[in-house]
């Protein structure tokens, strides 16, 4: 033990003596800068920021930059002299002058570079432009660098010399560098050999099960790509921090410039073509290919551009040099440029070719395509503006996916439509496809009809609760014609652990769907409450019970609820796995949520959402032009043209205007999107040939102006969806003769219609009507 005591004293006090002989010799022997160049250094360092220099400031810093200039003269021709000298005698004396005159240097090119930044830019421009006085200086930097390469080769020579003295008396530094970078080597060697491993794990643990990953989930699996580039970049960076920390190596630290911009670049241009590629994928090859290499040229470029500058600036700072070297890179960036630009010519006028819509100017470079040197700025004109066409397009059709402003972008499109349309002369030929008929270009809809995907997420809520073996009653509201039969009857088609069970609420009321329901069950038409309730306690089926048009249980007055209440308790106490889902209008429902929403007990209450104009776009697709149906045409049809529409033909962009303009005015409603689709028919009176014209929507002044009497009956006709004048005075608080004369005022503007003794809002007026009440505040759509 006192052995193994002393071997580790003894090693201590071996590698600490050259460190102590180091600093003996460094504190008699240090290398001095010039005093002058010291002055001018304290001086520089004095100076304030351009921006609160005074005029005398401005004037010392010319006087300044005179005396570093003339300084660095003199210095220059003193190196020269003292590295002859070393060349000639060598010696510890004649290092010593070389190693201050290079310090000396040194100093001065940092103060020039300060003192160049704050001089004002006549004397910047003169002694690092192309002048008499920038020539001068680039001779005297010139000459300047030469005569610092070989100082330096002189230094690592001494360094390399110093460190194998260094190692036979103290091996011990260079041992654990060595140890150290070592150590470096066995991680990245470890890291190749499993990161395949660790990888996979990653992506089965983070990715594979996570259908929304995190952002830095994203960004590590992204960075993953390049993984083993990244462990030798970080390998490298290490070992020659680590060895640049021993002084004889000291300049090792300038090998990582190269490692950075070189082994990074490659890394970063890797990314940028996985990038390009991966957002290229419906591009053509040709294209891909163009932009890949078109990445290549401008990122090695940065790459030597890069390297070259930052080797000026540790050498000699940022002086004329540097500036000519910069001015050169201009240059070369500005041929790549052209050569980039000569690349993409042919692709780029092959695209404007197929765009009619275009500026003067744009036409200009088209015409000038294959001039000689015009070719150039034509093409950059072209691609100018094809980049902001393409960004137009992009940006609206993007924001389309809000519906704010898709329903400001469609109503300023119909304004403009109707506009043209109203100042279009030739539709006196027209004449309006009226009744039956229109439904054999429009067909309405059936059980073969094709379904557009809708109500996703709310479907897969109800099915949560609906297609499980647990008693549920769910309830599902939306605006009269959205799809709620359609949803009721898809959710029924659905279920594999139930029997379905369709209910449609007849008008008359509760005793009539009871009837219903017996007859549905097995039972007799005359069964009670309590048969039925006793059928499905001791019913060994179990039944999904749907039940479509509820809100004609439901009136807008006190106790208007009694009759849902009945049919929710009735289901509610069958005590079994039943499960029950009500559809009830949106404009009924909210009267029920005030009254007793809470206490009715639902296990969920689903709203379904207003189409969007994708879905509208969809289902008119499937009504309209089918095999077996008469066919129409957009064709004559004047649409502007709209920044989130490709590059289409006439009549496919009138259609899709118009598809915009009746999802605008049907507010996401598809009944009334159909309906003033067949509105819009128009038969050309010699050919037969039927065209889509713009439908005239309704407009009234006198419902906006109407009093609130009259504007409640509207709205107890829509809550009520059919309704007697007797049950509308209920409803009102109105007297039958106000309720009889306020119908007779509707009927004769058509905003009803009859059927039998009860009054319903025309299918003609439906949207408009809504909006007004909605506008009011007497109805939620």
Known sequence: MRFFLRFLCVVALFSVYPALASWQYDLQEIPQIDTVSASIEQEVSGLPEPLFMTDQDKRKVGQLLNA???????????????????????????????????????????????????????????????????????????????????????????????????????????????????????????????????????????LENNPKPALWIRLVWYVSRAHRALAWLIAITLSLRVLSEIPSLQHLIILEIFTWWVLGGSIAISFLLEFAYRNSSSSSPEVIALRLSTIRRYVWSAIVAGVILQISMRTLGKGTIYYWIYSALYAWFVLVTISVLRLWRTKVFDTIAHITDRPVWVNWAVSRQNAFLLNIPATAIAIAWLMVHNFKHRTVAALSNYSFFSQALAYLFRIEVAKQTGNNNGQANLVRVKGNDAFEYVTPGSFDSTLVDYATDEVKQLSKYLMTDSPAICVVSGERGV??????????????????????????????????????????????????????????????????????????????????????????????????????????????????????????????????????????????????QKQVSFEGLVVPKQWDQEEVTEEERAKQGFYRILWHYSDGNPTVALRFFRLSLNRDKETEQVYIRLFRAPESLELEKMPKPMLAVLRSIVQLEIASPEVLSECTQLSIAEVTGTLRYFQSRGYIEWLEDKARVSDHWFRHITNVLDRQHLLVK
């Open 483 to 628: 799809g709620t039969t359609t949803l009721l009857r898809s959710l029924l088609n659905k279920v594999k652990n139930a029997e379905p069970i369709y209910l449609n609420c007849p008008y008359a009321g509760y005793a009539e769907l009871l009837a219903h329901f017996a007859v549905s069950l097995g039972l007799e038409e005359e069964a009670t409450e309590i048969q039925i309730l006793s059928h499905l306690r001791k019913s060994e089926t179990t039944y999904l019970i749907a039940v479509d048009n509820a809100q004609r249980l439901v009136k807008p007055m006190v106790g208007g609820l009694a009759d849902l209440i009945r049919l929710t308790n009735l289901l509610r106490r069958s005590k079994k796995n039943h499960r029950v889902v009500i559809a009830v209008e949106k404009a009924s429902w909210r009267f029920v949520d005030r009254a007793r929403g809470e206490r009715l007990l639902f296990d969920l209450v689903s709203f379904l959402p207003r189409w969007t104009e994708k879905q509208i776009h969809q289902l008119l697709d499937t009504r309209i032009n089918q095999p077996e």
């Open 68 to 206: 570093v200039i003339n300084e660095q003269q003199k210095q220059i021709a003193l190196f020269e002299q003292r590295i002859k000298q070393y060349r000639s005698q060598g010696g510890d004396t004649a290092w010593f002058e070389t190693e201050s005159s290079y310090l000396t240097l040194t100093s001065l090119g940092q103060s020039k570079e300060q003192l160049i930044a704050l001089t004002d830019s006549v004397n910047r421009d003169k002694l690092t432009g192309f002048g008499p006085y920038g020539v001068t200086q680039f001779k005297q930097e010139l000459k300047q660098t030469q005569l610092n390469i070989e100082y330096l080769a002189y230094f690592q020579l001494r360094s390399f010399k110093s460190l194998l003295g260094e190692v036979f008396i103290s091996p011990i530094p260079v041992i654990w560098a060595g140890l150290k970078v070592l150590f470096i080597y066995f991680g990245l060697v470890w890291w190749l050999a499993n990161s395949k491993r660790l990888i996979g794990l990653f992506k089965q643990t983070q």
